[in-house]
């Protein structure tokens, strides 16, 4: 029944030691997108790939990449982490219709990271 | 560019009370508008959506209607529930290509008492 998966929930790393979060969707939509939510904050929007077109935020910080193999699979690499990227990680999916028509984003469950 | 701007919270009711949260927006153009629910570690839900002027969302109980003359998109509910508690966050988008950026409003956060 899931729709968009996230894993793990919870994920600890150490200051400057790479880490990959993962997102997988079963809705084969053809946009998927990374935010950024800090504590009592909106979430923010890293990037977000149309199929195989990656679309950077102007203001995402180069220590942020990402990678979609193919459809389903969406990865999040932080390649030095810092204290102040402590954070839940959300991914959501949209169809990416070109026709007219409101867009619905599908989110997971989010993975908060941990930075110690 | 574009914006959203929420009350702040937290809103604490009691059960049965009357809900109002507002929302502006500032954008070019006539952006769809959402209301989304995040629940306690959990990520966020849609709840309703409006897509042009006049555009009623409804889902669970609440109710939010596209104000383009004030441009706003308050959220409503009749008789909230404890059940309801969580942290109500609105949002419009931002269409580029086929795709759709949305902006968020900072998030109010909502606690209903039994």
């Known amino acids: 029944d899931a729709m968009v998966i996230q894993n793990p929930r919870y994920q600890v790393t150490q200051f400057g030691k790479p880490v990959t979060l993962s997102c997988s969707q079963t809705l084969n939509h053809n946009v998927m997108y990374w935010y950024q939510q800090k504590s009592s904050q909106a979430p923010k929007l890293l990037f977000h790939y149309y199929d195989k077109d990656f679309n950077n935020e102007a203001d995402t910080p180069d220590n942020f990449q990402s990678r979609r193999p193919n459809t389903s699979f969406c990865f999040l690499d932080i390649r030095s982490p810092g204290l102040g990227d402590a954070a839940m990680y959300l991914c959501a999916t949209s169809r990416g219709a070109v026709l007219a028509g409101v867009e619905t984003q599908y989110f997971g469950p989010g993975t908060r990271l941990l930075v110690l | 560019g574009n914006s959203v701007t929420q009350m702040e919270g937290p809103v604490t009711l009691s059960e049965e009370a009357f809900l109002t949260i507002n929302c502006t927006y500032t954008a070019t153009g006539y952006p769809s508008l959402f209301w989304y629910v995040q629940y306690p570690g959990e990520g966020l839900q849609l709840l309703l959506k409006a897509t042009k002027a006049d555009d009623k969302g409804s889902n669970k109980g609440f109710e939010a209607t596209y104000r383009k003359e004030t441009t706003s998109f308050h959220l409503e509910k009749g008789s909230v529930q404890v059940s309801d508690s969580a942290v109500y966050f609105c949002?419009?988008?931002?269409?580029?290509?086929?795709?759709?950026?949305?902006?968020f409003g900072k998030g109010t956060k909502l606690t209903v008492n039994p």
């Open positions: 949002a419009l988008s931002d269409r580029k290509g086929g795709s759709e950026k949305l902006v």
